[in-house]
């Protein structure tokens, strides 16, 4: 774990008053959702080319997902009850080692640009908690990639971004992939 105060650990969100007192003052907060498509990285690498400030704070922001607590105990072959728990919490634990895993690379882009940021992790539907982060955050801006799904694609599994775009109460930047 980071020690700075820019960081944060995985799976936990930092209270609007106990940020660094520099992001607070005359700062533009900028939301960068990331996951591990190369739409991600194209969105980070534009936003360090063309539009980081001097002032600029990144929420640098993962959203996984993470699998239902079971209800009933599962059972062995022999018939001795596996804890349902047990599995359930295996699993979210290899998704918060997942998330880590994909927020490091982030902030080294980040941090050669000596931007200061917070990350932030954590279960859920990827649009709604994006929507929901910024506004517990008081983003000013959201810069994002796009898979470049077609019409159909994006209709029949739905489109991350796209439902930032309609959902957010603020401005959204998307990346568009790069042309093939």
Not at 67 to 85: H, K
Not at 112 to 141: F, W
Not at 152 to 157: A, Q
Request: glycine share 6%; hydrophobic share 40%.
């Amino acid at each position: 774990m980071d020690e700075t105060p820019a960081a944060q650990e995985v799976g936990t969100t930092m209270q609007q008053s106990e940020m660094p007192v520099a992001s607070t003052l005359n700062s533009r907060r900028v939301m960068l959702p990331v996951d591990q498509n190369e739409g991600s990285k194209r969105a980070v690498q534009w936003y360090v080319d063309h539009v980081c400030q001097k002032n600029d704070y990144v929420l640098l922001v993962h959203v996984f997902k993470s699998s239902i607590l079971p209800m009933f105990a599962n059972y062995d072959t022999d018939g001795t009850a596996m804890g349902g728990i047990e599995i359930w919490q295996s699993q979210f634990d290899d998704a918060q080692e997942a998330a880590r895993a994909v927020i490091e690379e982030y902030k080294a882009i980040l941090e050669s640009k000596k931007v200061p940021y917070l990350t932030i992790a954590r279960p859920g539907a990827p649009g709604q908690e994006i929507c929901n982060i910024a506004n517990d955050h008081n983003a000013d801006l959201i810069v994002m990639g796009s898979r470049g799904l077609g019409m159909l694609s994006r209709t029949v599994l739905g489109s991350v971004s796209d439902y930032v775009v309609h959902n957010a109460y603020l401005p959204v930047t998307v990346v568009p992939p790069d042309e093939e």
